[in-house]
């Protein structure tokens, strides 16, 4: 008699293993609420979660632990209101240029201002994020935050005739740089999204729209999305990371830099598993696009054919060159995180097995080798052989990417997190098949 073939567990679907998400993620912000600074921002944090001080208070860390927390607000989280708040305080103030608008890099560990890094829009894209959140959460300065952000951003960042953003300023905002980074419009993405979702709840019906209104934030990201749609198409599904002022790619850009944090020569695969989640967020957002869903499968397939097991061991590889040879092979936590999300959304919009065979099989790599049981929260760099490593990313600066991991999965592609969780949205059965919110 022949054996019957097992059919694959649909983890997705397991109450069990919405518990167990539950619990990672709850764990995630236990271990990152001593970032709370006295003076307001949030802390880098080492592999234990102390402060290092050594890094002062970074703009992005600090908007993003704002986000994180205001999450937890939002599902309830115990301690989370104290630590959003002391995020929020140093962007309502210390971090804030009250001279030229915007926000500094970041704090010196002296308390000066980083004025020669400039003014950059990955800043203040996770401004816009953690200002949305807060918002929606409540928190107090919340609402003032978001309205100041998005004057910023779209006075300083947004270019409308390009339809994706300018990367950076100098610090007077006298000057843009001629760069322009797909790092910086990915965010923007996320963040444009999450502000039409906070706007939309909070606006009161006689009062300005903010920014032109829900449907102008979604509009500006599905601009910049459907700019990746065609880069993907033109570059085999390896996006180019780095442009000069008229987008033109800039395909040799840090050769000689290839593990740069933020700008590194080549493909990223991590990048490419983002852009595939998140042009999945804009279509359910805006609507049924069969470009923008073609283009989230091509994306997550070269990024795994690419960067998943490229070089004889588990993990993605960090970057590739523009033939898919692996170049820097440390594996980041982040991308995982992504690779988990990115492999939920897919699943939520397709149905295909697949995707879910790789969810499972991606935490169960993140359970063996980056969620850190004994010391807390998921190591932020492996080496090529899968043990902890501090090359690309010292310690464990904040908990953004592995937390989203956690709740990307439980929730449906639109709305954003902090509206989703602000409507109760939270669990496997409240989406059509479009991947859009439903109330039952």
Known sequence: MTATPAVPVDRLALPAHHAWLDAECRRLLAFGARSALPDGGAAYLDTTGEPDPTYGVLTWITARTTHAYSLGVLLGVPGSAPVADAALKALTSRLRDAEHGGWFHALGPDGVPDRAAGKSCYDHAFVL??????????????????????????????????????????????RPDDYRGLNATMHSVEALLAVADAVEVLEAPDAPAVGGGAAAWR???????????????????????????DWAPDLGRNRNQPADPFEPYGATPGHGLEWSRLLLHVEAAVGADDALAAAAVRLFDRAVEDGWDADGAEGFVYTVDWDGTPLVRQRMHWVMAEAIAAAAALYRRTGQRRY???YAAWWDYAERHLLDHTGGSWWHELDPHNRPAATVWPGKPDVYHALQAT??????????????????????????????????
């Open 407 to 440: 709740l990307l999965p439980r929730l449906p592609l639109a709305p954003t997190l902090a509206r989703a969780l602000r409507a109760g949205l939270l669990g496997p059965s409240r989406t059509g098949t479009d991947g859009r919110w439903q109330l039952t």
């Open 356 to 358: 879910a065979a790789r």
């Open 219 to 245: 509009y500006r990201a599905a601009r910049a999305a459907r700019f990746v749609v065609e880069l993907a198409a033109t570059h085999d599904g390896r996006l180019p990371e780095h442009f000069g002022p």
């Open 129 to 174: 994020l953690a200002a949305s959140s807060a918002a929606l959460a409540g928190r107090p300065g919340g609402t003032t935050l978001l309205a100041d952000a998005a004057d910023v951003y779209l006075q300083r960042f947004w270019d409308d005739d390009a339809g994706r953003p300018v990367d950076t300023w100098d610090a007077d905002f006298t």
